[in-house]
């Protein structure tokens, strides 16, 4: 598994940064190396550049074509999260919130300083490791591309899996995954094209996000227990095209993803919209889907 993020940059940040991020997991097995490897080859060839990005192969009809083939009839899966602007910051305030109503106090430990870029990045990890361990994906070295905060990211990383076996959400005799940043030289083509996939994911809810966010509810609660790591459950179904073909090509809404939906890990797609709520988007279809929202509150089991 290796995972790249669009729109974060490749150093620690300042001051938030009001803009919208997505991150994405490429994983694969031995079987996958040399089909995908050839796809980043073919790529590089196609936008002259081995270091290609989203926007290198969305200006490209032949690297478009060429990526949504070589992906869509892989054997990978592909770990999908989307980010809205301070979405971070704002799910932390929602939960504060509902916190303080229910114990009359804010958490304990709880900061209210702004937060920056970086801190929601490593927010961004501790999702991403909750969402990797939903399945039993011991047999897998995990990898995140190369940053300059690299062990920051590994600590947020291994923290998350401390957090999950602490809470018992996890078979104890099981061995979690730890991350390691900067994949080594032979696993570099994934961490570029895991990258294009991160760079759709924003174009994509550029495209998508004003049918799937008036779905969501303002408030949401659930009676019954939430017992599994992600705890999210349907609120809307959607009907009708959810990825809308037919757009030019270098227009900030083109999405790729009509080519390869089918290879997100279980068709989902995991994301935090403009309010902080979390949710996911489920495609069945390219026609026929359905939105969950992560309630603000539930029982403890």
């Given at each position: 598994m290796v995972f790249d993020e669009?729109?974060?940059g490749s150093t620690p940040g300042d001051l938030e940064r009001a803009h919208e991020f997505s991150c994405c997991g490429l994983m694969f097995e031995e079987g996958d190396v040399q089909h995908l490897r050839a796809l980043h080859a073919t790529l590089a060839n196609l936008t002259s550049n081995g270091d290609f990005k989203f926007s290198d192969v969305r200006k490209s009809?032949?690297?478009t074509l060429?990526?949504?083939?070589?992906?869509?009839?892989?054997?990978?899966s592909l770990i999908a999260l989307h980010f809205a602007p301070q979405s971070v910051s704002l799910e932390q305030r929602?939960?504060?919130a509902v916190y303080s109503a229910q114990h009359g106090q804010p958490p304990a430990g709880y900061e209210t300083q702004p937060r920056t870029h970086h801190d929601n990045l490593m927010e961004v990890v501790k999702i991403a490791a909750a969402t990797f361990i939903v399945r039993p994906f011991e047999r897998h070295t995990v990898y995140w591309d190369a940053r300059s905060d690299g062990p920051a990211i590994e600590h947020a990383w291994n923290e998350s899996m401390r957090q999950v076996r602490a809470f018992g959400l996890v078979d104890p005799r099981r061995e979690l995954p730890r991350l390691s940043v900067g994949p080594p030289?032979?696993?570099?083509?994934?961490?570029?094209l895991a990258g294009v996939v991160a760079g759709d994911l924003v174009a994509f809810f550029r495209n998508c996000s004003r049918r799937v966010y008036p779905l969501?509810?303002?408030?949401?609660?659930?009676?019954r227990p939430i017992t599994d790591i992600v705890g999210a459950a349907k609120v809307a179904d959607g009907r009708g095209d959810l990825i809308q073909p037919g757009l030019d090509d270098t227009g900030?809404?083109?999405t790729l993803l009509r080519g390869y939906y089918w290879r997100l890990l279980s068709r989902h797609v995991f994301f935090y919209d403009p309010h902080g709520r979390g949710c996911g988007i489920t495609i069945h279809k390219n026609h026929v889907w359905h939105v969950s929202q992560v309630p603000d509150r539930a029982p403890i089991p």
């Open positions: 669009s729109g974060t009809a032949a690297a060429a990526f949504q083939r070589g992906i869509g009839s892989s054997n990978c929602r939960f504060e030289n032979a696993l570099k083509f994934a961490a570029r969501l509810r303002p408030a949401f609660s659930l009676s900030p809404a083109r």
